[in-house]
């Protein structure tokens, strides 16, 4: 048995899948004799085309970003052709009958190991460009998490050091039934992803891919933070009734779906979907949304082979539009850095503090052609949405200052000018900052003045109150949404919105948690948005709910002086409001 954080709720039983395993493919097995020909034709025609690949994306990237951001491409193909790196993998080949994937492992982990002993911190960091080099071949010589290429049947449970948002794509293919992970938090890719699929996810399990290999029997517990390797009969058993209850409590309360959002005494709620691709716009519609509260673009640009253009981020943004309940989309921007980087804009190189550098609005403002491309395309995006009878929203993520949204209102008004001119349509968007810098909450009567809609990015908001990295695991404890400061600046920040008539919407994590949502409704909030697999709990919990034993609970709260305190009785009062949820809550 293994602790780590539970991410995801919920119970899965399957069989171990080590992404590990499959995405640089390092196979055991010895090629025959007459294999090696192939094997070595297979990598050249790979290396042939990751160059091809590489130098389109520089020429793209130089095209739309700049000269310099497009140089790391460079520095790839000059990895990929070098004589030494292609010498050593042909060598492994012959010589060894090793598969090109196995010798490219070897070749990655042999130079990790070499560069971690260098002083020179530039020299060291170059490790990261080779990764990319390997991996992009790597893909080029496998289909990367493929239905074809998995190599079990039934429910799989993903085992990673992390997931990659390119990996987290491909799950949708395969019978994902449970994801665990070594590193991340409760806000991480995998955490995400895994909740807007409604998959239990753990994280956090130090050393696991040194103990599960691919065909282990896993349970994951996404409620305690558990997950046991190969545990024997009789515990499989009882943890597989866990687990159809799990899925009979979200098949029972997805019948809920065209149902309005509503407390008990009938106040309505709006209850929109965080979704990442076009995909989960089809579980907010089966799980009952109002509309996508959040679309995060990041992952249009994460997974994208090269840099989507205009025409091509315009076509993607439709096809969300059409396919939202009601055509209602919140679209944010580029929300890239932190834990997300693209090296086309500038991120060859890992600063010292990535969450509080530079990152998403500010990387934003240093690419203004870039930035601009998004913009236009959002703004085109939103007259079609008004053609379905919709409404496209543009929020703008990390706001910190006044100026910088009064340079914000100036690029929109200036790109709509610029479309008029060109005789192309475009939607009159809402403008709506995302709240996550305390400085912007502080400030929050002020900002007021200069925004349409306020949305709380509650997952920041809460690691940059508690000055603690979310995705460290020596201090991501310290990131508890249920704590005193957190709560008592969501309430200051909610009750001017609401005093000054501004639309105010959480769609961090804590929207779609049980504890944290009849808190939020005493504050006064009635705007929420979450992942889509949790919007029939909350609806659910709504109806049980009225507004005075919201305020009450949150007065009640607000009076102890730990999260601790505060956790211990949100959770006695959830079980004797809505005892049947427990198992969709975690820890």
Known sequence: MRRGIPVSPGVAV???YCIHEVFVNPETKRLRDSEVTAELAKYEAACDQAAIDLRALRTKVERQVGHEEAAIFGVHESILRDVAFRKKIRDWIVDDRMTAGAALHRLLNEYQSQFARMKDEYLRERVADLRDVVERLGVRLSDVLQPQATPLDGPLIIAADELLPSQAVALGQIDVQGIVTQSG????????????RGIPAVSGISGLLRHVKTGDTLVVDGREGLVLINPNAETVAAYRKLEREFFNLKDHLAENRDQPARTSEGIPLELGANINDLRDTDAAKAMGASCVGLYRTEYLYLTHPDVPDEG????????????????????????????????????????ANPFMGWRSIRLSFEHPEFFAVQVRAILQAAAHAEKLGGKVRILFPMITTLEEMRRLRGIVRRTCEQLRHEGKPFGQVPVGMMLEVPAAAVMIDYMLDLVDFVSIGSNDLVQYLMAADRDNPKVSHLCEPLSPPVLRVLTQVIRSCNRANIPVTLCGEMAGQPRSFALLLGMGLRRFSMSPAFIPTIKELAKKIDRRTAERLLERALEFKTATQIKRFMTSQIQRLAPDLALLDTA
Do not use: C, F, M
């Open 14 to 16: 399957g069989t171990a």
């Open 185 to 196: 938090s409760q806000t991480s890719h995998a955490a995400i992803i895994a909740r807007s």
């Open 312 to 351: 091509q981020q315009l076509e993607v943004y439709r096809q969300i539009v059409e396919a939202s309940p009601g055509q209602s989309v919140t679209i944010r921007t580029l929300d890239i850095g932190g834990d997300k980087t693209v090296p086309y804009l500038g991120h060859t190189h890992q600063e």
